[in-house]
């Protein structure tokens, strides 16, 4: 795993051993990270990182300048990763907060800039994922949410949904929160 770009650019993080998740390609997390370039500057972002797995996400905001990230894990050895990598590299913008993501969701009372969420793809339940992100209102009024996915879904019939992109296995969905304006 690599960090591709920013102050940390082209740092490898020693991978976790017997991971349970499955890390983002770097061709996928690239393309990413250049689509989001092109419509936010990183520096100051607020960023929630869901299903966070080796946190390579998150190092990656981080390293770009994101203001606050937190990254949510449920499993103890990949939390305590990405808390003592976060620790070695001085991501103290880093929050890594072991929980179960729906959970999380349920429970968060912060709205950020990126919402992130890459699950298992064989998890059950991936399609409610964009609703309750928008319900429970964790996207502010400009920013985006984004799911990575395996190509078994279709969020376009989505009333948030912006775009999907596709890179090898890896499809990103992303929506936008389209919250009418108070008057």
């Known amino acids: 795993m690599r960090i591709i770009t920013g102050k940390f ?33 990183f520096e100051g972002l607020t960023v ?6 080796t946190g390579s996400i998150s190092f ?11 990254a949510v894990e449920t499993d103890m050895k990949s939390h305590m990763f990405i808390k003592n990598t976060s620790k070695e590299l001085n991501f103290s913008q880093i929050q890594a907060v072991k929980a179960d993501a729906f959970k999380f969701i349920a429970h968060c009372n912060t709205t950020f800039d ?15 994922i964009p609703g309750l992100i928008f319900r429970f209102g964790l996207v502010n009024k400009t920013g985006w949410f ?6 078994k879904f279709d969020f376009s019939s989505h009333p948030n949904f912006l775009k999907t992109r ?10 936008e929160n389209r919250q009418e304006k108070q008057i």
Do not use: Q, W
Not at 146 to 151: A, C, D, Q, R, V
Not at 166 to 175: L, M
């Open 9 to 41: 650019s082209g740092k490898k993080i020693n991978s976790l051993k017997n991971c349970p998740s499955r890390p983002t390609t770097d061709k996928a997390k690239e393309s990413l990270f250049n689509i989001i370039h092109s419509y936010y500057d």
């Open 48 to 53: 929630l990182d869901l299903f966070a797995g």
């Open 60 to 70: 990656e905001f981080a390293s770009r300048g994101a203001g606050e990230i937190i």
């Open 114 to 128: 990126i919402v992130f969420a890459d699950p298992p793809y064989e998890m059950e339940d991936i399609d409610t």
């Open 146 to 151: 984004i799911l990575e996915h395996s190509n």
């Open 166 to 175: 596709h890179y090898g296995k890896v499809n990103f969905s992303i929506f």
